[in-house]
């Protein structure tokens, strides 16, 4: 078997080959050149210690030391070169507290988590494929290196991570590694948020965000996000559904394009539905409100998973208004499509119109070509909208604070007040939207509310 590794990978190798040490690319870059998937970085592992790598080459950084790693600069292309090496005993069963140099790659190899990421390459030896990982790829399994329970005991991140490959590479878990997770998901409350975080949106953004489904069923999902594991426990006896609120999710998930906003949106959609049922007299099920009560928390789960504030404001405006309903677009429903424009943003707007046609599509088929026809009308409307340059917000206003204050109107809550009312109109109206109406108009406001 031959890979082709960059020439200045190659090079790294051959020039601690030169001096007399072993040096291999090693995990995810093999893993990632047998499945014929170009790698994001390239890593090299060598029976070299720190010192003797930064000896060898100009330019160094000095990653980790205590750890092993050192990075090789080539030109303005980092690579990762780190000491065999055996890991102490996991504490926290995250880190280990020591980690001793070794001059087996075999006992570097052991220590990694999966099969296929515990593979080693070089142009000499060929693949070193001591767990089986190759077997394991063409399997399509995700498989613990030695003990599945002594993996996740180390760094249970590790179990999360199972579920990422699972959904990135379409791999199923294999038992006795499923089984381990079973057993130990409790322990991933030592992981940080920030950890778990990265973990999962890897997953929501792989070709399986459905496999969050392992997470769930091992127990993992309790730990990180208890929302979905009550989410998966809500049925939804309603015409417009045919799976239960965490399932339909699951479903939506895979109808939306990988886009990082738009998925975690997904994910989080109907959170608010299990605090929000309600039956009636027929015995169907309803959650009124389950959208404002979904954008509340989310925003607690994003902060709690320590996301930004960009990120949780966009997946909170597009919660809060993902219940919303469009009906004739083209006509006599435009001026709905510029108010909602307005209140969710101009850039916001097509997402929204993305969560909903995929929350759509993992519904029953009740309604289903009304609601997305009506989806693809408002679509239109918006492109058309933007294309007519319609008033969207304050700053398309044709009129600011600066002209009612020119008319004499100098109160600042007046201003705010009136320039709220003449966008309502103009939402409605667009043809309104110039200075002299608009002043006009302002002044008659101002002398009604005056009067009050």
């Known amino acids: 078997m031959k890979i082709t590794m960059p020439s200045q990978a190659a090079y790294i190798i051959s020039k601690l080959q030169s001096r007399g040490y072993e040096a291999y690319i090693v995990g995810g870059c093999v893993r990632d050149c047998l499945l014929g998937i170009e790698p994001a970085d390239w890593d090299i592992t060598t029976s070299a210690k720190p010192d003797q790598v930064k000896a060898l080459f100009p330019r160094t950084i000095d990653t980790g030391l205590k750890h092993g790693t050192v990075t090789v600069m080539m030109d303005k292309t980092p690579y990762e070169i780190t000491t065999y090496r055996i890991d102490g005993h996991y504490e926290d ?74 959904g990135q590479l379409n791999f199923e878990i294999e038992p006795a590694t499923l089984n381990a997770m079973e057993e130990k998901y409790a322990l991933l409350a030592n992981v940080s948020a920030e950890r778990i975080q990265v973990e999962l949106m890897k997953l929501l953004v792989s070709r399986h965000p459905d496999y969050l489904r392992y997470a769930w069923s091992s127990g993992l999902t309790s730990i990180f996000l208890p929302e979905f594991d009550q989410m998966m426990e809500t049925d939804q006896n309603n015409p417009h559904h045919i799976y239960n609120v965490g399932e339909h999710t699951l479903h939506a998930l895979l109808a939306v394009r990988p886009d990082p906003l738009l998925r975690l949106t997904i994910l989080l959609h109907d959170v608010g539905k299990p605090a929000t049922l309600t039956t009636d007299e027929e015995g169907i099920y309803h959650f009124w409100g389950h959208n404002e009560k979904g954008a509340a928390l989310a925003e607690k789960i994003l902060r709690r998973l320590k996301f930004d504030n960009r990120t949780i404001e966009g997946v909170t405006k597009l919660i809060a208004y993902h219940d919303v309903r469009f009906n004739n ?77 020119a008319l004499g109107i100098s109160e600042g809550k007046m201003i705010g007040t009136i320039l709220k009312a003449l966008l309502n109109l103009v939402l409605d109206q667009p043809q309104h939207n110039n200075y002299e109406y608009l002043s006009e108009l302002a002044l008659e406001i101002y002398r009604e509310i005056s009067k009050s």
């Open 329 to 405: 677009a083209l006509t006599t429903g435009r001026s709905h499509v510029r108010k909602t424009i307005n209140r969710v943003g101009v850039d916001l707007f097509p997402y929204l119109l993305d969560v909903m046609e995929a929350d759509v599509s993992a519904q029953s088929d009740y309604m289903r070509l009304y609601k997305l026809t009506a989806l693809k009308e408002t679509r239109q409307a918006y492109q058309e909208i933007l294309a007519q340059k319609d008033c969207l917000s304050l700053k398309d206003l044709a009129i600011n604070g600066n002209d009612l204050k």
């Open 93 to 166: 069963h995250r880190h280990p507290s020591q980690v001793t140099f070794t001059s087996s790659l075999r006992e570097d190899l052991m220590r990694r988590d999966f099969t296929i990421n515990a593979m080693a390459y070089n142009d000499t030896d060929g693949l070193i494929d001591l767990f089986h990982g190759e077997e394991d790829l063409r399997y399509k399994i995700v498989r613990c290196v030695g003990s599945a329970r002594e993996r996740f005991e180390e760094d249970a991140l590790r179990m999360l991570r199972a579920v990422r490959f699972s």
